[in-house]
């Protein structure tokens, strides 16, 4: 497994919105992580926060990446990956000790692309074959105090059958 924890400056993120437009937003979220929040500032802020540990526990941006290699997938851990959320809820309240940010939130995150390819590289220490019948899932929990988001996230890996909708 990986971990990953990211600190955004919600402000910082809410100017690149200004700056940006809507362009901002489009390149890092994802239509259903545009409703993390019902402020788009604190949703865009979120995403960009867990999408950051999710980097950071593949070891930063492979060749390739795209903040889109990773997709929200609601709040229940991932078949066959049921352990992590609590293994993830273990290590949240070190983590909210030493922020004072109270970690209420949660999303399960599929990963593929690029980043996919580098996590499966870095879990299993082996070249990544998408074929191989392994999927790369993570849980991430976040919170928020005034401007502040702190976010933490686990990856691992599950079967690519396990991902299948009924």
Request: overall charge negative; some cysteine; glycine content about 10%.
């Amino acid at each position: 497994m990986l971990f990953g924890v990211d600190v955004v400056d919600v402000a910082r993120v809410t100017r690149a919105m200004s700056y940006s437009g809507p362009a901002y937003t489009r390149h890092v979220t994802s239509p259903a992580e545009r409703d993390l929040h019902p402020d788009p500032g604190l949703a865009t802020a979120a995403t960009v926060a867990v999408k950051e540990c999710l980097v950071k526990a593949i070891g930063g941006r492979p060749p390739g990446f795209s903040w889109h290699d990773f997709e929200a997938r609601g709040e229940a851990p991932l078949p066959g990956a049921e352990w992590a959320d609590p293994l993830l809820a273990a290590a949240v309240p070190e983590v909210e000790a030493a922020t004072r940010v109270s970690m209420t939130e949660r999303c399960a995150y599929t990963v593929f692309g690029a980043s996919g390819s580098a996590a499966l590289a870095r879990l299993t220490e082996r070249s990544a074959d998408p074929g191989d019948g392994v999927a790369v899932v993570g849980m991430a929990r976040w919170g928020f105090r005034g401007d502040l988001i702190v976010a933490l996230a686990i990856l691992t890996t599950t079967s690519r059958g396990a991902l299948r909708c009924p």
